[in-house]
């Protein structure tokens, strides 16, 4: 499992489902971190409020790039519809946080060819596998 989150965290373009401009949420952080890391991050929010300095959407289908990464900072029971709008878009991985699982979701999803991570946060497990690099 570790080498697969190692390759899974190279991944360049992430959208963030849940991300707002409130600096106390897992989400803002998470979404900095990326970002100073280079990579290149997609606010989902229901505002459709900027982050980050980030243009955001308030639904995945509204994404006009290709997307590797959903990084779900969602209440489980929402997960199943934010599963079958990544797998609309074509991403590659389902990303649901600390305290997110949702087992009927992830099978969907790796039943569709996502490759699925649960209950873990992306910024730890990139912190364990690439220490505090940060690229420019």
């Known amino acids: 499992m570790d080498d697969t989150i ?5 991944y360049d373009t992430w959208a ?13 952080g998470v979404a900095r971190f990326l970002l100073a890391r280079g990579k290149t991050v997609i606010p989902v929010n229901p505002t459709g409020e900027a982050v980050h300095g980030q243009p955001a959407v ?4 509204e994404i006009d790039v290709p997307v590797d990464v959903v990084d779900i ?9 934010v599963v079958e709008d990544a797998i609309g878009v074509g991403a590659k991985v389902v990303w649901m946080q600390i305290r997110i699982f949702n ?4 099978q969907r999803a790796e039943e ?6 649960m209950g873990r946060c ?12 940060v690229h420019s």
């Open 103 to 106: 087992d009927e979701a992830a």
């Open 16 to 28: 963030v489902v849940g991300l707002t401009p409130n600096p106390v949420r897992a989400a803002y």
């Open 112 to 117: 569709a060819g996502l490759k699925v991570i």
């Open 6 to 10: 190692a390759r899974l965290l190279r």
């Open 73 to 81: 900072f969602r209440r489980p029971e929402f997960v199943p519809a």
């Open 58 to 61: 308030t639904h995945l289908s």
């Open 122 to 133: 992306m910024k730890l497990e990139y912190l364990k596998h690439f220490g505090a690099v």
